[in-house]
């Protein structure tokens, strides 16, 4: 007689049902959707595809926006950088710098 103190766990089961996929019908409802008829997409489905809508088109306000602000701080960046360079070469500033700190 064999006595088994540990026993080892079954695999789990799942249950899988194939579906059938019909590319036109969910072309049908994709684009009912967009056009705001009552469709049979979930309240998910319907977001993703407004996502995805707004994505193509190109963003929105917030994405303008930001690349506004990136514009604007370029603007700033690159007029810092032409301002030391004129400093620079067309000043006597680094003269005036150096004789400052006693290096001439």
């Known amino acids: ?16 049902k194939p579906r059938y996929y019909d590319e036109d ?15 049979s997409l979930s309240h998910r489905e319907s977001l993703k595809l407004q996502m995805s ?8 306000d917030d994405y303008s926006r930001s690349n506004l602000s990136k514009a604007i701080s ?10 030391g360079i004129y400093m620079i070469f067309f ?3 680094i003269e005036k710098l150096l ?3 006693g290096i001439r």
């Not at 007689?1 to 899988?16: A, E, H, I």
């Not at 019908?25 to 469709?39: H, P, Q, T, V």
């Not at 809508?53 to 929105?60: P, V, Y």
């Not at 370029?74 to 301002?83: D, E, L, P, Q, R």
């Open 1 to 16: 007689m064999r006595f088994v103190t540990f026993r080892t766990p079954k695999p789990k089961r799942f249950s899988y």
């Open 74 to 83: 370029y603007t700033f960046i690159i007029a810092f950088i032409v301002g």
């Open 25 to 39: 019908k969910e072309a049908l409802e994709k684009r009912k959707a967009e056009l705001g008829y009552d469709s």
């Open 99 to 101: 004789a400052l700190f």
């Open 53 to 60: 809508k707004k994505w193509k088109k190109g963003g929105s």
């Open 91 to 93: 000043t006597n500033f």
